[in-house]
């Protein structure tokens, strides 16, 4: 499912997470102690931590990028 506003797009995770992709960030919600991997569509890691908040925001170059959450299947956002 997918949720598009003016600046923001919300892609839903299975298992209640959330991913919010805003102007030059990804905010990862409900996903508190389990890591995230974001990558461009070259492949190349933009971040790789583990959250320790149910709410956590992610420097992010604009355009798409794959979003994984441990767990979970890999979600695409698109970045502004």
């Not at 499912?1 to 839903?12: I, P």
């Not at 030059?24 to 190349?44: D, F, H, M, P, Y």
């Not at 959250?51 to 767990?71: F, I, M, N, Q, W």
Request: glycine share 8%.
């Amino acid at each position: 499912q997918e949720y598009t506003a003016d600046r923001v797009a919300l892609y839903y995770v299975p298992a209640g997470g959330k991913v919010v992709a805003e102007n030059g960030s990804v905010t990862v919600l409900n996903a508190s102690g389990k890591r995230v991997v974001i990558s461009n569509v070259l492949g190349q890691t933009v971040a790789n931590t583990v959250l320790t908040s149910d709410r956590a925001t992610v420097s992010a170059p604009k355009g798409v990028v794959l979003v994984a959450v441990e767990g979970e299947p890999v979600v695409k956002a698109l970045v502004k």
